[in-house]
C-alpha cells in the first residue's frame, strides 16, 4: 500500500473556526490532491498540488485553501468553518499527471 | 477540460450474473481513465486504468473496462458477480497535459442479492 496518512481521521468544529487537515506520504510522489466526497456528488475536487509551492484549485475550492512547503506534506484548510463544509475529506498521490491516485482514508469533518 | 458521467447511481444484480456499470467521458485530447472501487467506511482502491495502450483493459476481482473511442465510453464489467463485489464504483479521468488533475463521476452503488 502507498504510504499516504491522513490527520485527523475524525474532528467536530463549531462555526467560524479555522481548521486544518493534513496529508503526508512517503512515496515522494510530485501530485497530491484533496477531495471532499458527500452522498450524491461522488468526489469533488476542492484542491491539487503538482509540485512543492504549486498548487492549483478544483470545482469546489470556495472556503478552503492548501499549501505545500515540502513534498511529503499537502495541507488543507477551512479558513472559517460552515456546516456546509461537514464533509468526508479524502487526500490523493499520484506519480505524475496521468498516473493512478492512491487514497488515504478519509477524515469526518463535523462542523456544528 | 475533462469530466466523466456514470450512467445509473445504483445498480442491482444478483449473484451470478452479469455486473456493467456504466461511464462516458469527455475531453479534448486522449484521455487516461480509470476505475476505483470503494468499500464501506475506507478509501478508494484502483480496479484498473486505461493509459492508451489495449483498448480491453484487464483489472483485480475479475473486473474489466474496455475503451471505446466513438462511443466515448469505459464501461466496467463483470462476467459473474459476487456478494463481496457490493461497493460503490468510481470511474475517473485524467489528461497528460499541464494544469489537469483526476476528476471523478458521481459514483454507481452495486448491491449483489443471493
Known amino acids: 500500500d502507498a504510504g499516504i496518512t491522513q490527520s485527523p481521521r475524525h474532528k467536530v468544529t463549531e462555526t467560524g473556526t479555522p481548521v486544518t487537515l493534513r496529508c503526508h506520504q512517503t512515496?515522494?510522489?510530485?501530485?497530491m490532491y484533496w477531495y471532499r466526497q458527500d452522498p450524491g456528488h461522488g468526489l469533488r475536487l476542492i484542491h491539487y498540488?503538482?509540485?512543492?509551492?504549486?498548487?492549483d484549485k478544483g470545482e469546489v475550492s470556495d472556503g478552503y485553501s492548501v499549501s505545500r512547503s515540502k513534498t511529503e506534506d499537502f495541507l488543507l484548510t477551512l479558513e472559517s468553518a460552515t456546516s456546509s463544509q461537514t464533509s468526508v475529506y479524502f487526500c490523493a498521490i499520484s506519480r505524475d499527471r496521468g498516473e493512478s491516485a492512491f487514497f488515504g482514508q478519509g477524515t469526518r469533518l463535523t462542523v456544528v | 477540460a475533462q469530466s466523466v458521467t456514470q450512467l445509473g447511481s445504483h445498480v442491482s444484480v444478483s449473484e451470478g450474473a452479469l455486473v456493467l456499470l456504466r461511464c462516458n467521458y469527455s475531453?479534448?485530447?486522449?484521455?487516461?481513465l480509470f476505475w476505483y472501487v470503494q468499500y464501506p467506511n475506507q478509501g478508494l482502491q484502483l480496479l484498473l486504468k486505461y493509459t492508451s495502450a489495449a483498448t480491453l483493459v484487464k483489472g483485480i476481482n475479475g473486473f474489466e473496462a474496455e475503451f471505446k473511442k466513438s462511443e466515448t465510453s469505459f464501461h466496467l464489467t463483470k462476467p459473474s458477480a459476487h456478494m463481496s463485489d457490493a461497493a460503490e464504483y468510481f470511474c475517473?479521468?485524467?489528461?497528460?497535459?499541464?494544469?489537469?488533475?483526476?476528476?471523478f463521476g458521481k459514483g454507481t452503488t452495486l448491491s449483489v442479492s443471493s
Open positions: 475531453s479534448s485530447v486522449p484521455p487516461y
Open positions: 512515496e515522494n510522489h510530485r501530485y
Open positions: 475517473a479521468v485524467s489528461l497528460n497535459q499541464a494544469g489537469t488533475a483526476l476528476i
Open positions: 498540488s503538482y509540485g512543492v509551492k504549486d498548487t
